[in-house]
Every structure is written in structure tokens, then in C-alpha cells.
């Protein structure tokens, strides 16, 4: 079978920055390919050019070795070529049919029995987009992918929204549908993914072709370093969690080599200092090589532990927060939070694993202000703050970073300096006006504390990349007078990897200085590299807590994310 | 003719013009453009038609030029507003002013020695069912243009209607642009369709205002009837129903407030100007029932 | 080339080529360029009235443009201009006719102004209400109220009972009684010229918006909730409350403009007196893009294009309406190309990162 999809030398050029550049990459027919890479890497570019949202600026695409060059998404469909989106190519208001109609109106019930029989995926047509939980969603948006019959079809990112059963149903489709005769192009940076399904994959890393090949023939460490342009071994916990690589069981104690060597490899965490006198090491996960040559899955371990010279002891306090029977519903009256409690206790971080849709967001927002809950109370402190405004919840010495940056953490438009200050503008108040000055200087120097790449304090919040902007976000809530909980909501979403580990930094920071930290996300590998206990987020419900710390965490929270009891 | 019947005949002649520019930018705003132009594009078919009708003498070629007309300004709309995503309110009333303008200055241009006389269509009685007392002349009295624009009004909202496959796609303009595209519908193409669209049906009563009611051109003959259009759609709450429904209340809100002084009432005839509004004002706000406008009415498309 | 895309450029360009199309309509009404544009500058500035008259509109133009910016800038569109105007007309005349004829300036001009505001902005808390409990378009509200504002006026002035002079003969026209002296806007004074105060006021007015869009905390916190209303939200910006005070506000410097076109000679209420500087204003808002100087100039510009016009007819034998085909070319082809050359310069910069999953509804209507 030839080539199906052929990009020779493809890039796109905004202003004066590449998004992409020279990448050369061959889709055959009947196979599943994938497109790795971290964020940042240029998917998203890819994507758009060969969907025909945008237009490439240099190179050439072809298919069927016939020239391609898509004007509009109808252009592609036109030539065989669907896209799945992630939610944005469903209108809302109307029903799954009608949707559906919008891409062929007569002979739509043989399609859809066609798709049925030959993929097994089938859909509810009389229901209102609106009203589907986002895994559903997703089944709607592959089969109206599939109703034109592509040739091909690109799936951009299409596991974050989903649980275990329902990637493995994806999959099982993605295989059906290469099975068939045509083309599955695959787009993700999500590595785990790629070893179970991919028969071929090409690796972008700053908006150029890397590496790839078949399967068969590249390993999948091989992948996983040119992904992250470093050796496998190097590669810490932290990280592993970025590409959805669950790290392995941990507390491994390695002593180190010899007493005179100053650092230790490798622990477990909360290890309590050698003696009282001794001020507690900080010590960090690093370097472990696989336990043997043939292992070709690389085992990553361990967390950073804190010093615990503060709280060595642990938490003794009562909870810094504390929510009790939390409940919203829908606005079709189903349950997105039923019942929820939480207590969070300072210098612990706890996490909240789950798929999305499970009621982790409605959690997030009422706990920020955006939302009101049905029932059910939030207690800061002394302080009830259930129906707080989010100004009075900021006063009290509660941060949030919401989980839509763009929409609910900064405004794009204004500067780096106006983002970190808008909510404390009295600070630069002078005779009524603000004074720009000392609100610049003040803004450089949390630049330059935060290691932020800004134009300055001036620079517009968009032209920040997403990494920047997430740092500013939390700059912002970690300055927050008399902090005292920190809610992060997919705090590391859409960032490249060095971001990823400058972001849970801070977190680990954070929860030093005696702040009591809620991580919510969707990566369990982040979360167990991070937090001290998790939940997860159930059918509106919390389910455990797991101890992070104990061997079998990832596979409690990964059934207890499927529903079964831990 | 008794008072009422004249009442309702006035009222019908009021608001089938009324009717035609309503249905015609009811599809236009369900593809998430608002013309506010409307005013100017009725103005403008108004001039054009009988400037069309002096010219050739025919009041059906008049007619024809009428929709050409209100098709000039619809253009521009359509330019502007989607292929440059200018601000339709901006280009909305900018439209308006250039239309008022323009047929002004052309009337004094072009018409000021033409003599009174306008070929203008002549009402027709329908055997039988003009003599059926009260409504008879009022539904069956209708000039030949008059019928057109029935027929035009039935056809646009059978061929259009929300169940049919292009009016599914034209919905979807509205309600969601952005998915839309991304479904590979031709966004831009779809609203400046309607838009022109719109605008001719606009022409077309401009010509049956001045061809067949007033049978002469004067400066800004049409004196907020396209803004009233505008506002049956949303006191109609988007649906052709309720549009056609407002269409004709507000006709005969019109005709009642010359009728008034005749009945004897002390109603002052600006408060019948304002009901329309008030109607739809309480339409809109969801006081009685639901209503809601497209989600992306007014909201240019820009394929980020 | 990409200094073309400036924005005075382009709206440069786009008067030029307006222009341009007027000489040639001139030219069809019987007027060779050069009379056309001598009658026409002449006519804007060539006598000390003509200034005088631009100048008292160029004031009204630019207090409800100032106030439609506001508003924008909190992400609301106003489009009811006529209606505050008239609202403040109404409520400038009813003080100004019921107050005693001996009213000192001090307490008339003052009294007169507050209740035109106060009027333009109550008119306007009625669309900034259903906006902010009801999520109601304020763009449909605020252009049906504009209506229900002219019919208001119309009624005022056809009814003896409400504002209409005392009837004597069937002549009498449909208009209000004088306003007493001192609510009279004081004229600067100029030899012949019938400027008044107002464009002070109207300066003065744009210079504190100003300070207050781009100095204050309230005009960051403004502009933050036009762009990011959840962001805002977060960071405790009162999204309701700033959202009805701008729209608010917006009311009540349509109605002030009002309540001066009123306070001006001849000083009475009559049908039609907002001559569509409700609509003109919304224009020159909009036009502005955000900046008072950009305000100040298309204000300007359009205030005294008017009376270039009248004078071109007086003299040239052009019609009037060539000036106002002019001036709707203008707004045409500046929105028109500013849109554009905006979408040049975006298509430069890298697009925006992809937007991460957002909840598809929240209770409580938020646009």
C-alpha cells in the first residue's frame, strides 16, 4: 500500500517565528500512525495544516500523491481527509442528529448503520449536544468523522477527556478503522498511549520532524528520548508524569555509595530526618536505570521530598479547609457533585485524580467563587465562604489557579504587570491613580524571581507562551497575603516539560511554607509524584483517600477511577 | 368600506412590505448577521423601483429594479461585514445614512422632472372572496406585487425553515460559527448568501411600498419601517411564525394610529408607536416565555 | 508595508477615498472640485458661526461617543444613543420650564444637567438590568428603547398636559415652552458665534474618561471584564454591578448631551431634536477604537462636515445630501479597512494557544 498522507518539508511561518518547520513525514494506508510530541512541540500547527484551517508557508503536502492544499476544513473533507476535534466542532444547542445532518442529510441512517456494524460505535441521535457527558461527546465527533468516509482521519489529542474504558474503546476503534483499509493519524504526548496502538510514529520536538519509523523497529524509550531531546535514564519523575507515564512503586531506599558521598540517591518520601539535630534533607529522585538492559519499560521512581523540619511530624492541626456535602447539579437536573467532602490540612498536598466530567471542575469553581453550589458548605478556616465572593475568598488567604487559563485566570490582552496586580491595584493607588511605575517595577521583579520569559512587565499576557503564563498565574495566588490553601486546577495542561517541573516546584514550595495545596488532574502520574494522599473524583463523589506513598497508590486510584472499590 | 375594513386594509398595505423585509432578514439573523441596514436597503429598492418603473415604464421591470436596489446596499453589507468583519452595527446604520443620502440626492437628480405620474400596479378584486365582509378586501384586494411578495414570503419560509437541510446549515452559522467551519460548512459563504438575500427581499419591499401603496417616490419614504422589520423578528422570537405574526400586528398597530381620530378615541397616536417596541422589548427579556437569539448574531467570523 | 496597516493611516486613506467619491458626486450635480471643496471648507470654517454651530454639535458627539466607550470597554455595546438623548431632553425640559423664570445660572444650568444625566441614565438601566439578571442582548434593548424615546418625545410635545407650550392658535407648534434664562447653556462669548460652553464640558468630560480608562484602578477593571469576564470575575471584579454602571453610565452622558442640545438655542423641546446624533455618536465611539484623541478628531470631523454642507448648497448648488453620502462613505470604508488592516496585523502575530476544554454551560447567563 503507498503512501496515503505525504508531507514534504512542511512548515508555517507566523511573522517571524516558525511554528513548524521541515517536517517530512509518510501516513501509509491501514495503519495507525501516530504524531508524538510535548506540548509546544508544534501538533497543534500539524494539525491545523493538514485539516486546512491554515495555510503551510512552505513544503507540500499530498494525497494519494496527488498535491493537497486545503483552504478550509471543507476543502480536506472534500478529499478524504476528517478531523476529530476535542469539543469545538459540535454546535450545542442542537441535537446529535442534526448535527450529524450538517454533514449529509440523505441516506444518514444506512451510514450510521454502516459505522455501527463496521466499528461497533454507535450514538444516541435524538439527544441535545449540550446535555452528553464529554466521553459521549467524542463518540458523536468520530462518527460524524466517519459518516463522509474519509480516507484518513486525525485525531487530535482525543484521550484527555476520556477514562480507561473509553480509551480502550478508542483504541479498539482507531484499530478498526486502520483495520479497514485506511488511515489513522494519531496525535499526542501521550506515550503510553502510543505503545499500545501506533504502528508507525514520528516524533516532533520545536516544530521539526526529530525521529520516528516503525514501531517495530524504533523502541518506545527511543521515542520517549527523542520526545524530550535527552536519555532515557535522566529522566525524573516529574516528567515521566508529563508523558503519561505512571512511575513504578516506589520507596526504593538506596543508601548512598559511600558516607562521604553528600547526596543520597533515592528515597521514599517524607523519610524523617538520620537524627532530631540533623536539619532534615532535602533530597530529590534521580537517575535509575532500569532494572535490567532487556526492561525495555523504564521504571522512574521516587518524589522530591521536603524538608520537613517544620512538619516533620505531620499534620496535627485541624483542616485549613473543609467542605461538607457538597452539591451542583446540571442545569437538566443530573448530579455533577453529590455529596462531596474534603478537608485539606496545611503543608499537605492533596490531590484529586479523575477523568473529567466526574465533577472535579464544579469542585474547582465552587471552591474559587465562580460557582454556587445547590448544598452543602465551605469552611475556611473559622470562616464560612460558601457563598463568598472570589474577592472575599482572595482576602481570606485563598489562591486558585482555574483550570481555563485564558478564560478564567488571566486576561490576554492586558500586560504582565496588570495581570499580577489587578486584583491588588489599592497597593499602587496614589491620589486615585495607579501609579505604572512602581507597578512595572514591582512586576519585574517577580519576573525575574519566577524566571518568567516576558518581553517585560509591560508585555501583552499572549504573547507569553503557555508555560510563562501559567508561571504568572501562580506568582500571582502564591503572593496572596496570608496564604493559606492553594487550588490548582490542571495546573500543568498544554505545558511543555520544563514548565511542568518549574510548576510542581512550586507547588512542593508551597506546601513547605504550610500552605495546604489541592491538585486537581486528570495525569495520575502527576499526581503521584507530587501529592501526599489522593482522591478521586467519581460520579460527582470523592472516593479514598490513597497514600501516595504506598506501593499499590496507582493501581487503587486507577480502579477507583473506573468505579470498583479500592 | 366600513371603518374597520378600511382599517384592515390599510393595516395589510402597511405590513406586507413590513412582512417581506421581516422573513427576508429572519434568515439573515439565524445565520448570525444583523442588518441594520434594513431601513436603507428598503429605501433604496423604494428609489430604484420606481426610478426602474418611470424610466422603462413598466412597473414590473421597476419592480425588478427595486430588488436590484436593495441587492446594491446588501452587497456592501455583506462585504463589509463579513468578508471585513467590520462592525455590522457601524455598517448598519452608516448603510442607513448613505441609503437616506443617496435616494435623496438622486429623487433631486433623477426624479424632480419627471412628473407625478408613476407607473405603479393597480390593486386587483378577486371574484368572491373580495366581497367576503370585513376581511375580504383586506386579504384578497392585492395588487399583482402584492401576490409576489405572498408567494416570496411562503417560498422563503418552506425552502428555508428550520427543518429543511439549508436551513439546519444556516441555523448552525448562528448558533455556533466556530464548529460550523470546523464541520466544513462554508461560513462566510452561508451568511453573505443570506445577507444578499435579505437585502433583495428588502428591495422587493421597497418596490411594493412604492408601487403599490404610495405610487410615488418621496424622501425617506419608508420612516423606520426596516428598523420595525428588525423588531417583528425579535418580538417574533426568531421563529417565522412569530414573525409573520408581529409583522402583521404591527401593520395594523399602524393603520390604528391614523384610524384614531375617526373612532373618536383620545389615545394619543404616539403611544401606538411605541407598542411595537414594547412588545418586543418583553419578547426579548423573557418575561413571557422563552426566546433566545442566535448565539452568534452580530458576531463577525474570523477563522482563528 | 506594515506601516500602512497604522490605524490613522488607514482611516486617512479611507476619508481621502470618501472624498474623492463626494468631488465626483459634486461633479454630477453641476460642480467643478475646486468649487466644491472651497464651498465646502468655507463653509466649515470660514465664518465664526458656522465654527460656533459645529462646534456645540462636534460636544454633543463626543459625550455619547465618551459614554459608548465606557461602556465598551466593559464588553457592552449601546447602541441607545437617540433614546438617552431624548430621555435627557425630556427630563432638561420639564426642570427647565417648571422652574421659576428668576432662577439664578448657578442653580438652573446645574439642576437642568443632573436630571438630563440622571434621565439618560435611568433610560439605560432598563437594557443594563435584563442584561445583567436576564443575559438580554443590551444591543437589541437599547435600539428598541431608542424608538420608545422618540415616540416619548413626540407625545411630550403634541400634549398640553405633558410638555407642550400653552396652545394660543392652530398654529401653534408642536414644541415645548423656553426654558427659563438660567438654565440657558452660556455661549464662550465669540463674536457671532452661537458656541457654547458645551464643548468645554465635552472636553473636559473626554479628558477625565480618559484618565479614567487607562489611569485608574476602575478603568483597568473595566477593561478586564470587557475581554475576560471570568478572569475579572476571579479577580474580584464586581461583574454585575460594574457591568450595570457602565451601561449606566453611558445613559447619562447621552442624556447630558441631551439636556445641552435643549440648553441650546432656541432653547425648546420639539420632534427630532437629537437630529441622529445618537446613532453619529455610537459611529464616532466605535470609530475611535478605544482612544479619546481618535474620539476627539472623527468627532470633529463629522461635526463640522455638517455644516460644510449646508454651505456647500448655499453656494455651489450641491445638494446637502452629498456631504452626508460623504460622510456615511467615511464610517463605510474606515470600519471597513480598520477591520481589515487589524486582521493583517493579527495574521503576523503567532495565533493564540489552543483554548483547554471549558465547561459547556454555567448557571447564570455569562457572555
Known sequence: MGALLELQGLGKRYGAVDALHDVTLSVSAGTVHCVLGENGAGKSTLCNLVNGGVRATTGSMAVREEAYTPGSPADALRRGVAMVHQHFSLIPTMTVQQNLQLVRRTGLRERLDRIADEFGLTV????????????ARQKVEIVKALVPDPDLVLLDEPTGVLDVAEIDALIGTCQAIAGSGRAVVLVTHKLGEVSRVADAATVLRHGTVVGGGRLSEVPVPRLLSLMLGRDAAEIDADTAGAVGLTPAPRARFVPSASPSVPETTLTARNVPPASPSDPATTLTARNVPSASPSDPATTLTARNVRSGASDASGPTTGPVLSVRGLAVHHTDGTAALDAADLDLRAGEITGIAGVEGNGQSELVRVLSGALRPSAGSVRLGDADITSATPAVRTRLGLGVVPEDRHHEAMVGELSVAENLFLGDLARFRRRGLVQRAAMDAAATRVIEEYAIRAAGPRAEMRSLSGGNQQKVVLARELAIDGLSVLVAAQPTRGLDVGAVASVLARLREAADRGVAVLVVSSEVGELLTVCDRILVSYRGRLLGPVDAADPTAADRVGSLMTGTAA | MTLLTQILVSGIGFALPLLVAAVGELVSERAGALNLSLEGMMLSGAFTAVLGAVTTGSPWLGALAGILGGLLLGAAQAVLSVRALADQIVVGIAANALALAATTFGARLLLADRGREVPAFDRIAIPVLHDI?????????????????????????????????????????????????????????????????????????????????????????????????VVAVIAGRWRATGTVLAAVLFGLAQALQYALPALGVAVPPAVLTMIPYVIAVVAISGLAGSSRAPSCLTVPFARA | MSRLLHPAAVAALAVAAALIVGLLLAGLAGADPLTTVSALVEGMLGTSYAIGESLNGVAVLMLVAAGFVIAYRAGLVNVGGEGQLCAGGIAATAIGTGLPAGTPAFVALPAVLVAAAAAGFAWAAVPAALRVWRGTSEIITTLLLNF????????????????????????????????????????????RSPATVGIVVAVVALVAVGILLRHTGTGLRL????????????????????????????????????????????????????????????VVGLLARGSMTALAAVAVLLGFLVSGGINLQLVAGVPATTVSIVESLIILFIAGSAAWAARRRAALRAPAPRPAATQAETVGAER
Not at chain 3, 422618540?150 to 400653552?166: D, F, K, N, W, Y
Not at chain 3, 445641552?260 to 432656541?266: D, Q
Open chain 2, 133 to 229: 365582509p370585513v376581511v375580504g378586501p383586506a386579504l384578497f384586494g392585492q395588487t399583482p406585487l402584492g401576490w409576489v411578495c405572498v408567494l416570496v414570503v411562503v417560498v422563503t419560509a418552506v425552502l428555508l425553515g428550520p427543518r429543511t437541510g439549508r436551513g439546519l446549515r444556516i441555523d448552525a452559522t448562528g448558533e455556533d460559527a466556530v464548529a460550523a467551519d470546523r464541520t466544513g460548512l462554508p461560513v462566510r459563504r452561508v451568511r453573505a448568501l443570506c445577507i444578499l438575500l435579505t437585502s433583495a427581499m428588502a428591495g422587493l419591499a421597497g418596490a411594493q411600498l412604492a408601487l403599490s401603496e404610495v405610487r410615488a417616490f418621496s424622501d425617506n419614504m419608508t420612516a423606520g419601517i426596516g428598523y420595525l422589520a
Open chain 3, 223 to 282: 477593561t478586564a471584564l470587557g475581554h475576560a469576564p471570568e478572569a475579572a470575575a476571579r479577580l474580584g471584579v464586581p461583574v454585575a454591578r460594574a457591568r450595570f454602571l457602565a451601561l449606566g453610565g453611558a445613559g447619562a452622558f447621552a442624556g447630558v448631551a441631551g439636556g445641552m442640545l435643549v440648553a441650546t438655542a432656541p432653547y425648546v423641546l420639539a420632534e427630532g431634536f437629537t437630529s441622529g446624533y445618537g446613532f453619529s455618536g455610537l
Open chain 3, 148 to 191: 420608545v424615546g422618540l415616540a416619548l418625545v413626540t407625545l411630550m410635545v403634541h400634549e398640553e398636559g405633558l410638555l407642550r407650550q400653552p396652545v394660543t392658535s392652530s398654529e401653534t407648534l408642536p414644541q415645548s415652552a423656553p426654558l427659563v434664562e438660567g438654565a440657558h447653556l452660556p455661549e464662550l462669548g465669540l463674536s
Open chain 1, 124 to 135: 444516541d441521535t435524538g439527544r441535545r449536544v449540550a446535555d452528553l457527558p464529554v466521553g
